[in-house]
T-cell receptor
Framework: NAGVTQTPKFQVLKTGQSMTLQCAQD?????MSWYRQDPGMGLRLIHY???????DQGEVPNGYNVSRSTTEDFPLRLLSAAPSQTSVYFC????????????FGSGTQLSVL | LAKTTQPISMDSYEGQEVNITCSHN???????ITWYQQFPSQGPRFIIQ???TKVTNEVASLFIPADRKSSTLSLPRVSLSDTAVYYC???????????FGKGTTLSVSS
């Protein structure tokens, strides 16, 4: 059981480039979410999904897109990277929206130059 | 949507008991309280969850007073390996998003 798998672990982008952060879980979890973590800011919710085909915005959604075509995968897309998006990104999942036992991936460290 | 409020940082010595309090004034009747622990370069991990009164597991205890406007995570006899960031999370039933606060950085010294 791999849990929540995030790829890549590290990424360096130039301003204006686009990329997709991958997140996959093998626990048949309905709820999946993306957070970014910056020094002194804690974990801030970007987007989340309560099931396949359903997504919604969190606290800081600007500059990011998501889709949920399958239960297992929840990719995060940066359309045009900006230095303000330099951060550590975490994907998390739980059995359902009302099960707050979130399982987190190991994170993706992204630098935008 | 209201967030939780925790102290930014706390310091302790090995062997001491550490209590971290979280304020959540807008908590509703059916909202659960969950605590997570995060080590450097890792994702947060679930520690304990409670609804009312007291919950204890092999890692920590969670105390929730009757009015449920705050909760306290208690770590007995901390060690250096308990140095981490601790997050309090309230599942506000009125919303669909799980919003974290800024967390408490606990530093344990020998």
């Amino acid at each position: 059981n791999a849990g929540v798998t995030q790829t890549p672990k590290f990424q360096v982008l130039k301003t204006g480039q686009s990329m997709t952060l991958q997140c996959a879980q093998d626990m048949n979890h309905e709820y999946m979410s993306w957070y970014r973590q910056d020094p002194g800011m804690g974990l801030r919710l970007i987007h989340y999904s309560v099931g396949a085909g359903i997504t919604d915005q969190g606290e800081v959604p600007n500059g990011y897109n998501v889709s949920r075509s399958t239960t297992e995968d929840f990719p995060l897309r940066l359309l045009s990277a900006a230095p303000s998006q330099t951060s550590v990104y975490f994907c998390a999942s739980s059995y359902s929206r009302r099960d707050e036992k979130l399982f987190f991936g190991s994170g993706t460290q992204l630098s935008v130059l | 949507l209201a967030k939780t409020t925790q102290p930014i940082s706390m310091d302790s010595y090995e062997g001491q008991e550490v209590n971290i309090t979280c304020s959540h004034n807008n908590i509703a009747t059916n909202d659960y309280i969950t605590w997570y622990q995060q080590f450097p370069s890792q994702g947060p991990r679930f520690i304990i969850q409670g609804y009312k009164t007291k919950v204890t597991n092999e890692v920590a205890s969670l105390f929730i007073p009757a009015d449920r406007k705050s909760s306290t995570l208690s770590l007995p006899r901390v060690s250096l390996s308990d140095t981490a960031v601790y997050y309090c999370l309230v599942d506000y039933q009125a919303g669909t998003a799980l919003i974290f606060g800024k967390g408490t950085t606990l530093s344990v010294s020998s």
